[in-house]
């Protein structure tokens, strides 16, 4: 994944009736993209969604998956179904590229579901499989997953809890990954830096003036991703490491107008017009990184093994750095995984979930990973041979037990994110006043809570 493919974590607490109320209601799939949801009040209940009935089924003989790539991973995903036709001979898989982002294949899913083909297995974005739940178009796989034998414990926890909800579990993690701080170690070592990530922000910007003192001809010591429609997600790190946030965690309280918030942002201002050691990337930092005109930036584990094809340099990985508040939890997981639609035979269903049994099996994500730079899903893989082949590989698994739930006035109101992108935007490329824009942000934010949302909670 790559840092512009964001993703979320899983929802907990927000019961299906309520939620249903706001996607009748028109709620955007910005609002929609979110796996953590607000709790419920005493008297509201969840009930285990009905499973599957597979009562003398059969799998179907040939099946359709539809995929994104994600990660340039269509070469990879190939050669697994490949494998699979190999091993047996009674399911045959068609991979069909159904667009280049999530957002092309959820489209295209949404659209299907009011006619024409239907997937039998469709790639389900962190941000995008709520949205399917809530519409009642995917199933529960929990029948699925004890028909086909697939050993749910072997799965990274906090991976698998990202698609779990009222009792069920709505997707297997597959094309999974966390946030890394990626720098160029040559111009670490020019630079006289240690060997690490940085801890803190604040620690970077002592060392940002070394770099650029060190390195001459480089753009910035540092380059912040692209802001159109994912600052939300990626300056949540700040937010968080400040002790702000968009909003108070947990809540609907917005909060991006809070002291620690604005300082937050502040500090990424002053980075870029009064330290000058930071740029904002018009397209994707790690190319950047990559081309050696920056020597930071952040980026998903989904971009590392294309970092480390162009690099010409030593790449090093770290965690994100925190705050004067906060060094840990500030990183959010994302990505996809893979599931099921509702409205094709369980003869289908039955098929799409033996193949993603194989899919996702021990070997095939390790398979996965060192083609791609995504995490393997399961814990059983052997990851040695990853590790040793790309050691920063091991700082994304290591970083998965420091991850936090998106703050819900970015997942959940509709149009949030974007606006908070626009805010962003006018504060780092238009020197716009950080109090002002989040005063503005947080007006804009409540009026989408009070007119969009709180009539159906």
């Known amino acids: 994944m790559s840092l512009q493919e964001s993703g979320v974590d899983s929802p907990a607490g927000i019961d299906r009736r309520r939620f249903l109320g706001l996607a009748a209601a028109g709620l955007s799939a910005v609002a929609l993209a979110a796996c953590s949801g607000p709790a419920t009040s005493a008297t509201s209940s969840s009930k285990t969604p009905g499973q599957v ?4 089924v059969k799998p179907a003989g040939k099946i359709t998956w539809w995929s994104n790539n994600p990660g340039s ?69 929990d029948s699925l ?53 940085p801890k803190t922000w604040d620690e970077f910007a002592e060392w940002a003036p070394r770099l650029n003192a060190a390195n001459h001809g480089i753009q910035h010591a540092f380059q912040l991703p692209a802001l159109a429609g994912y600052a939300g997600w990626s300056f949540q790190n700040n937010l968080w490491g400040w002790g702000g946030g968009w909003s108070a965690k ?36 790690t190319n950047d990184l990559s081309a050696g005109a920056v020597s930071a930036t952040i980026g998903s584990t989904g971009s590392l093994v294309g970092i480390l094809k162009v690099a010409k340099f030593e790449v090093g990985a770290g965690f994100l750095p925190g705050g004067p508040e906060a060094t840990s939890p500030v990183c959010p997981t994302g990505g996809a995984g893979v599931g099921i639609p509702k409205k094709i035979p369980r003869e289908n269903q039955l098929a ?29 893989a ?6 040793a082949k790309a050691p920063q590989s091991q700082v994304a698994i290591d970083q998965l037990a420091v991850t936090r739930a998106q703050d819900w006035a970015r997942v959940f109101l509709p149009g949030g994110d974007q606006e908070m992108a626009g805010a962003c935007a006018n504060i780092l490329t238009q020197r716009g006043d950080v109090g002002g824009q989040m005063n503005a942000l947080k007006k804009t934010l409540e009026t989408i809570y009070t007119t969009q949302v709180k009539p159906h909670l």
């Open 352 to 380: 799409a979930a033996t193949f993603i049994k194989f899919l996702t099996s021990p070997e095939n994500t390790l398979l996965f990973a060192q083609a791609t730079g995504y995490m393997p899903v399961r814990k059983s």
């Open 73 to 141: 991973s269509q070469a990879v995903s190939q050669q697994i179904i490949d494998a699979f036709h190999r091993s047996q001979s009674a399911i045959r898989v068609e991979l069909v590229t159904a667009g280049a982002s999530y957002e092309d294949i959820a489209q295209k899913f949404q659209a299907a579901q009011a006619g024409g083909s239907l997937p039998d297995l469709v790639v389900f974005s962190d941000v995008w499989w709520f949205r399917y739940y809530m519409l009642d178009s995917i199933i529960p796989l």
């Open 250 to 285: 947990d809540s609907f309280d917005i909060t991006c107008d809070s002291p620690r918030s604005v300082a937050a942002l502040q500090f990424l201002q002053d980075a870029v017009y009064k330290g000058k050691w930071s740029g904002v990337a018009s397209k994707d930092s």
């Open 145 to 197: 997953i004890s028909a086909v034998g697939i050993d749910t414990s072997d799965y990274r926890d906090q991976l698998l809890a990202d698609y779990q909800y009222a009792g069920a579990t709505w997707a297997i993690p597959w094309a999974r990954s966390t946030p890394l701080f990626y720098w160029n170690k040559a111009h670490w070592a020019a630079a006289g830096l240690p060997d690490r990530a």
């Open 382 to 387: 052997k990851t040695a041979s990853l590790v």
């Open 53 to 56: 009935d597979l009562s003398g």
